[in-house]
């Protein structure tokens, strides 16, 4: 088990128990006290856990925070979406990535890569990339939106657009033939739309599960999107949108 998919399980037993020893992490891991500790250390470097006398426990403001809820929602197909994006990614890449939790996930899967410049809105992909050796990480500051732990104003606009990023990776909340790449929240969808043209690479990452949903606000046309990203071969009908605008498919 990696060190992302074990603080991945770490975070789901706080929360299904509250708080933990680190005796009772260790031997659930099967790893020792120290390697725990680290993890906790990682943890409390965003906040999300805090030690107590011999063991951990989350923030009572994070055990439900809807960001946390996202992550763990269709887990497993973002996290080969994650493993397949982050093969086009190469060493010494400046990278932007986004708040979605598909993007997060993105974050963990490029721990092997090197030399990379990341460049992110979100705090929980800062705080996965901060202490990788070699690694830069670069926060766009600004008001932190609570529910996606995330900037997305002006200033944080400002800032990213400041970079010249080889990729830009996107998480997209609803992918449809007619409309493109769509989301949800307002002020996340203008974050991303601000980003397109200053991208050498725009890539894009979603599960299946986005393919036909109705989104509200609009992000990407097909044109501006080079690689889409996703687990599951896209329904025709997308998959003839994305070739009629050049936009490369990798589906797992």
């Not at 397109?196 to 890539?203: F, Q």
């Not at 599960?207 to 329904?235: I, S």
């Amino acid at each position: 088990m990696t060190q992302s998919d074990r603080i991945a399980s770490l975070v789901a037993l706080l929360k299904a128990r509250g708080s933990c020893s680190i005796a009772m992490l260790a031997s659930h891991f099967a790893v020792s006290d120290e390697t725990i500790r680290r993890d906790v250390r990682l943890l409390e470097t965003t906040g999300r856990a805090y030690k107590v006398h011999g063991g951990v426990k989350l923030p009572d403001n994070q055990l439900e925070a809807p960001y946390r809820l996202r992550m763990h929602e269709q887990s497993a197909a973002k996290q080969a979406v994650a493993r397949r994006a982050a093969t086009l990614i190469e060493d010494g890449m400046t990278v932007l990535i986004d708040s979605g939790t598909t993007s997060c996930w993105v974050a963990r899967a490029l721990a092997d890569r090197k030399r990379l410049t990341i460049v992110t809105n979100n705090l929980e992909v800062a705080g996965d990339m901060l202490g990788r050796s070699g690694i830069r990480v670069f926060l766009a500051g600004g008001a932190v939106n609570v529910d996606y732990r995330a900037t997305f104003d002006a200033e944080a606009i400002r800032y990213s657009r400041c970079f010249s990023p080889d990729a830009t990776i996107l998480s997209m909340g609803a992918i449809e033939a007619q409309r493109g790449f769509m989301d949800f929240e307002p002020d996340e969808a203008g974050y991303k739309r601000a980003l397109l043209d200053g991208a050498r690479r725009v890539i894009v990452v979603a599960d299946a599960a986005k393919f036909d949903r109705a989104g509200t606000v609009h992000v990407a046309d097909f044109a501006q999107v080079h690689d889409l990203v996703t687990n599951a071969p896209a329904p025709p009908a997308i998959a003839e949108a994305a070739a009629r605008a050049g936009t490369r498919l990798h589906d797992g």
